[in-house]
T-cell receptor, first 116, second 111 residues
């Protein structure tokens, strides 16, 4: 089965600074990777996804992530954050159809706090 | 509008009183899942279903039941709730290959 580790539980950053949220995965097969965002008292919303093709993936709200197969990582980046980016961010992994146990698994989350 | 609908959004109940949280999706997705979210633990999968009448345990299935009699519905049943099942619950659906779509969540308190 797949698993995900988010390396930072909390990331404080000042407004307009760059940010990187780190995610490493473990899998014996090829993977699909996702980043979700959860604003306070809301459900989860997809930020971006990697299914195949270019390893640099661009998502909504100016976020991007890079799939690095050799390092089994999928770190999320934004060059300049806003107060409104304050939220919980989740990395998730699943396997393509045809593999056993291809359900989606999530990391423990990273709380991003953007300070003025 | 494509959506996953959970009900109720909030529920307070007493230990041992059976309850059902409903989940419905209108996207004709094959896969549906239930997760619970607890501080510091992220989302942990309770059960998932790959199609009608096909379900399997996730990481934390104890104390929960599910059924998938129709493609659109995937209810979560707590036969005898206990305080350690107090949590925020999410239902999600997806195609075989693709992102998950989430409901708005159900905040359950068992006293």
């Amino acid at each position: 089965a797949q698993s995900v580790t988010q390396l930072d539980s909390q990331v404080p950053v000042f407004e307009e600074a760059p940010v990187e949220l780190r995610c490493n995965y473990s899998s014996s097969v090829s993977v699909y990777l996702f980043w979700y965002v959860q604003y306070p008292n809301q459900g989860l919303q997809l930020l971006l996804k990697y299914l195949s093709g270019s390893t640099l993936v661009k998502g909504i709200n100016g976020f991007e992530a890079e799939f690095n197969k050799s390092q089994t990582s999928f770190h999320l980046r934004k060059p300049s954050v806003h107060i409104s980016d304050t939220a919980e961010y989740f990395c998730a992994v699943s396997a393509p159809a045809g593999y056993n146990n291809n359900d989606m698994r999530f990391g423990a989350g990273t709380r991003l706090t953007v300070k003025p | 509008e494509a959506q996953v609908t959970q009900n109720p959004r909030y529920l307070i109940t007493v230990t041992g009183k059976k309850l059902t949280v409903t989940c419905s999706q209108n996207m004709n997705h094959e896969y549906m899942s239930w997760y619970r979210q607890d501080p510091g633990l992220g989302l942990r999968q309770i059960y998932y279903s790959m199609n009608v009448e096909v379900t399997d345990k996730g990481d934390v299935p104890e104390g929960y039941k599910v059924s998938r009699k129709e493609k659109r519905n995937f209810p979560l049943i707590l036969e005898s709730p206990s305080p350690n099942q107090t949590s925020l619950y999410f239902c999600a659906s997806r195609r075989r290959e693709g992102e998950a779509f989430f409901g708005q969540g159900t905040r359950l308190t068992v006293v």
